[in-house]
């Protein structure tokens, strides 16, 4: 980068408009977040925190991130970046099908297969997206999806019984019985 170009970001002259969309958008998730979050009861259980505590700390957070995001795209945008601004690599946008696909499929299932069902294939989804980003030849391997499937079930399944089981939070289940 060369000293005037530094210069003149250092100033904030020509602001960045792609890193100043992003700052928009996380600072709107914020605030939208917060404004969800003025819906939710503040009663605080026998824990002395609400149930309004988590979403109004995320959006807190989201949108401190998101004026600071802001303020520095205004200011002479990402310090940090390579001069170029172009990736290293190219996005894999397979990952990124397989990836959304998971977290899709699982919001759409968890009240048809259940909390463990559909975590687990969220899970596999998730991991086989990642594994095709990374370029591992084992990602098509049959024994993969199987371990990918157990890991899968091995973590949702504690997940769900804490929930259920220990903290009394209902989840929905594969079975009325509570342990599915």
Same mark, same amino acid.
């Given at each position: 980068?060369t000293?005037?170009?530094? @210069?003149?970001?250092?100033?904030?002259?020509?602001?960045?408009?792609p890193?100043?969309l992003?700052?928009?958008?996380?600072?709107a998730?914020?605030?939208?977040l917060?404004?969800?979050?003025?819906g939710?009861?503040?009663?605080?259980?026998?824990?002395?925190?609400?149930?309004?505590?988590?979403?109004?700390?995320?959006?807190?957070?989201l949108?401190?991130?998101?004026?600071?995001?802001? /303020?520095?795209?205004?200011?002479?945008?990402?310090?940090?970046?390579?001069?170029?601004?172009?990736?290293?690599?190219p996005?894999? /946008?397979?990952?990124?099908?397989?990836?959304?696909?998971?977290?899709?499929?699982?919001?759409?299932?968890?009240?048809?297969?259940?909390?463990?069902?559909?975590?687990?294939?969220?899970?596999?989804?998730?991991?086989?997206?990642?594994?095709?980003?990374?370029?591992?030849?084992?990602?098509?391997?049959p024994?993969? /999806?199987i371990v990918?499937?157990?890991?899968?079930?091995?973590?949702?399944?504690?997940?769900y019984?804490?929930?259920? @089981?220990?903290?009394a939070?209902?989840?929905?289940?594969?079975?009325?019985?509570?342990?599915?």
């Open positions: 980068m000293t005037t170009n530094t @210069k003149e970001r250092a100033l904030g002259q020509g602001g960045n408009w890193q100043t992003v700052g928009l958008g996380v600072l998730t914020g605030l939208g917060g404004w969800g979050a003025m939710i009861s503040s009663d605080a259980g026998y824990s002395g925190i609400g149930p309004n505590f988590f979403p109004w700390m995320c959006a807190v957070v949108t401190v991130c998101g004026a600071w995001i802001l /303020w520095e795209a205004r200011t002479g945008g990402f310090r940090e970046m390579d001069e170029e601004g172009a990736p290293a690599h996005p894999y /946008w397979t990952g990124f099908v397989w990836v959304s696909a998971g977290l899709l499929l699982n919001a759409s299932l968890i009240t048809t297969v259940g909390f463990i069902l559909s975590c687990a294939l969220c899970y596999l989804l998730a991991v086989q997206g990642l594994r095709r980003a990374g370029g591992q030849p084992i990602a098509n391997a024994r993969t /999806w990918d499937v157990l890991v899968g079930l091995i973590i949702s399944a504690p997940v019984w804490t929930f259920t @089981k220990f903290l939070i209902s989840l929905p289940g594969l079975t009325n019985s509570g342990w599915l």
